[in-house]
Antibody
Framework: QVQLVQSGAEVKKPGASVKLSCKASGYTFTSYYIHWVRQAPGQGLEWMGIINPGGGSTSYAQKFQGRVTMTRDTSTSTVYMDLSSLRSEDTALYYC??????????????????WGQGTLVTVSS | SYELTQPPSVSVSPGQTARITCSGDTLPKKYAYWYQQKSGLAPVLVIYEDSKRPSGIPERFSGSSSGTMATLTISGAQVEDEADYYCYSTDSSGNHRGLFGGGTKLTVL
């Protein structure tokens, strides 16, 4: 069965960076996109970006351009999300999510069919 | 940048029909998706491609889209349907960029 297992909670100071991981199993890692979605306490879901685990190409929400970097390691079926220049507003639960569209099919009609358990990132001085 | 706009809250009595709207300029060209999120849990897909229901989702959940507005309808809402609901769609950049609506808290009581 498909599983996305995320790294543990992080506490960071303002201005620091954080690197989260999301290890996939149960399917062909390079065949399906992975997204990152975050949710601040008591707030809504926020789409951050997408990575093609096959070729490594990425696309980020405009809000995070210049601060976020998504990478992957195909040898371990793991996707990483690096967020820099952290501020208190970045305190949130960060999810990775697999979408159902194949990386070789040019479509943007997709949905999230599996989610990680979430990683809580707390930014505090 | 574009936005998806949802009402912050909708309230119905059990057995009534709940309608949650999502408006956005790209919706005439892009599909809408609906996710249900209960407290402390990851979101669950309840409607995809405007009106399709995933297996395992009760028939009382339905979706529609017309022009710049998509609607999630819960016919005969149950107490267990009380949750936050988010619409999701993609922009027109062709880069798979996505966006969630602000979310709607559905209260059934």
């Amino acid at each position: 069965q498909v599983q996305l297992v995320q790294s543990g909670a992080e506490v960071k100071k303002p201005g620091a960076s954080v690197k989260l991981s999301c290890k996939a199993s149960g399917y062909t890692f390079t065949s399906y996109y992975i997204h990152w979605v975050r949710q601040a306490p008591g707030q809504g879901l926020e789409w951050m970006g997408i990575i093609n685990p096959g070729g490594g190409s990425t696309s980020y929400a405009q809000k995070f351009q210049g601060r976020v970097t998504m990478t992957r390691d195909t040898s371990t079926s793991t996707v990483y999300m690096d967020l820099s220049s952290l501020r208190s507003e970045d305190t949130a639960l960060y999810y990775c999510a697999k979408s159902n569209h194949l990386t070789v099919v040019p479509t943007d009609a997709y949905y999230f069919d599996s989610w990680g358990q979430g990683t809580l990132v707390t930014v505090s001085s | 940048s574009y936005e998806l706009t949802q009402p912050p809250s909708v309230s119905v009595s059990p057995g009534q029909t709940a309608r949650i709207t999502c408006s956005g300029d790209t919706l005439p060209k892009k599909y809408a998706y609906w996710y249900q999120q209960k407290s402390g849990l990851a979101p669950v897909l309840v409607i995809y491609e405007d009106s399709k229901r995933p297996s395992g989702i009760p028939e009382r959940f339905s979706g529609s889209s017309s022009g710049t507005m998509a609607t999630l309808t819960i016919s005969g809402a149950q107490v267990e349907d009380e949750a936050d609901y988010y619409c999701y769609s993609t922009d027109s950049s062709g880069n798979h960029r996505g966006l969630f609506g602000g979310g709607t808290k559905l209260t059934v009581l």
